[in-house]
């Protein structure tokens, strides 16, 4: 909660835009974030001599593996020791970053994996089954919400599926089944935020409750991708980390 106080007025605005877009300049920020930090906090000189000599191993490498295939595996033994110092080198950029991109990661998966449900317009919350369950099922809320279907639903092929709809509010719901209660917490909103749409039951014959909260996939639109947020900033983050190094002359 601290952490999304300090984040939602410097990323809310980002929420106005298409979600590809946000996810792009989001990338563009942490990724140049990242690469500056690297910059500075490694020896670049010997960053880049190692990376030359791990370039000239392959080299050799790749042309004595037909000729010599035993001195070309001692090369690549060699070639690995380079390449952990080079690890072990940019690590401690790495102790600098990984805190504030986890916290901004947990921010995107709380706002970018779904849209909001809207206030006064149809959703469906879904409960699935495990075989030999009880034939039926009853839902209600706190606050009360609008239940367009029958709150009590038979439970077919393992599923029974109810239509509701309410005011901008948090709520929670309340499954009950078999005489004992579920609960699973639903925001409505005009905004950009959401309650993680699924919740994993144990010991019980019902096993998962799903909100009909819609996947955002921001590439869906332009390339007709289907991948999350996080696979899109992955994509968008690996071609401008690319871009920055040749600019900035990071190695």
């Known amino acids: 909660m601290v952490f999304e106080n300090i984040l939602d007025p410097i990323f809310n605005p980002l929420l106005k835009m298409p979600p590809v877009i946000a996810i ?4 563009f920020v942490i990724t140049l974030i990242i690469t500056l930090v690297y910059k500075f906090t490694t020896d670049q000189k ?3 001599k190692l990376k030359q000599e791990m370039k000239e191993y392959q080299k050799k490498i790749k042309t004595l593996s037909k000729e010599d295939p035993k001195k070309a595996m001692t090369l690549q033994q060699e070639a690995m020791k380079k390449n952990m110092a080079y690890m072990k080198s940019s690590f401690k950029s ?6 504030p991109i986890i916290i901004i990661f947990g921010w995107l998966n709380a706002h970018m994996a779904y849209y909001p449900i809207e206030p006064d317009k149809p959703f469906e919350v879904t409960a699935l089954f495990a075989n030999g369950h009880a034939p039926t099922v009853t839902i209600s809320s706190i606050p009360e919400l609008e239940i367009i279907s029958n709150a009590t639903q038979q439970i077919i092929d393992g599923k029974a599926t109810w239509q509701l709809k309410g005011e901008e509010g948090d709520y929670k719901l309340i499954i009950n089944y078999n005489n004992e209660e579920y609960d699973k917490s639903l925001i409505i909103s005009s905004e950009h935020k959401y309650e993680n749409p699924e919740k994993k039951i144990s010991n019980s014959k019902l096993k998962k409750i799903i909100i009909s909260n819609e996947k955002i996939y921001p590439l869906k639109d332009i390339f007709g991708l289907k991948l999350s947020w996080l696979w899109t900033y992955i994509i968008f983050s690996i071609v401008i980390s690319i871009a920055l190094r ?3 002359k990071v190695y």
Not at 94 to 99: A, D, K, Q
Request: proline share 0%; glycine share 0%; no cysteine.
């Open 24 to 27: 792009l300049l989001i990338s």
């Open 46 to 48: 010997k960053m880049k």
């Open 94 to 99: 790495t102790l600098y970053t990984i805190i």
């Open 246 to 248: 040749k600019i900035l």
